[in-house]
Each structure stands twice: as structure tokens, then as C-alpha cells.
């Protein structure tokens, strides 16, 4: 009973201490680039997909196509542990964590 009790205070602490600055410091450095950069992320949409979707050249010389070197480094950067994150915040959060997850997917992107 002790370690559930000293467990449970440890996450209320980390909660108070990181929780309210984290998403203040995440949603307000994604909007403030948002708005600096002019809305980018519509913007330039059809020049991110143009230059990962264009046609692979084979006598340039590289192995992969851009959209293959596009998805696999996608996979590195995300990973395994943030899809399993996303998947365990929507069947924690229901559709409103969607929608959150979605809105700072929007506003990180710039």
C-alpha cells in the first residue's frame, strides 16, 4: 500500500509541476510560429507533397524514391512509443483527446 501512496503522490507532483506549463509552452511556441510564418503549414502544403511525391529519377543514383526516404525517416522520428501514446490517449480521452491531438498536430507543424 506504501508504493501506491508514494506513487500516487509522485504523479500528482509531476502533474502540478509539468502538466500546465507543458501545454502552455507547446500550443503557444506552435501558435506564435503559426502566425510568424504565415500560416505555413497551408501555404506550403503543395510543395511538401510535390517534393515527396515526384517522380524518382533512377540515374540519379539513390536507392530509394523521395516518398520512401520521406516515410522512413517519418518512422524514425515518430516511433513505435508515439503512436502507442496517441492510441492510449484517445481510449483514455475519448474524441475531445482527438481533437486536441489533432489541433497541436496542426500548430507543431510549422
Do not use: E, K
Request: hydrophobic share 55%.
Amino acid at each position: 500500500m506504501l508504493s501506491a501512496d508514494i506513487s500516487a503522490a509522485i504523479q500528482a507532483t509531476a502533474d502540478a509541476l509539468f502538466v500546465p506549463w507543458l501545454i502552455i509552452l507547446l500550443f503557444g511556441s506552435g501558435l506564435f510560429l503559426t502566425v510568424r510564418y504565415g500560416v505555413v503549414q497551408l501555404r506550403r502544403f503543395g510543395d511538401a507533397l510535390r517534393s515527396f511525391t515526384g517522380r524518382h529519377d533512377a540515374s540519379a543514383g539513390g536507392a530509394l524514391s523521395p516518398f520512401q526516404a520521406f516515410m522512413t525517416a517519418l518512422a524514425a522520428t515518430i516511433g513505435t512509443g508515439n503512436i502507442a501514446g496517441v492510441a492510449a490517449g484517445i481510449v483514455s480521452g475519448g474524441p475531445g483527446a482527438l481533437f486536441w491531438i489533432w489541433s497541436y498536430g496542426f500548430v507543431a507543424t510549422a
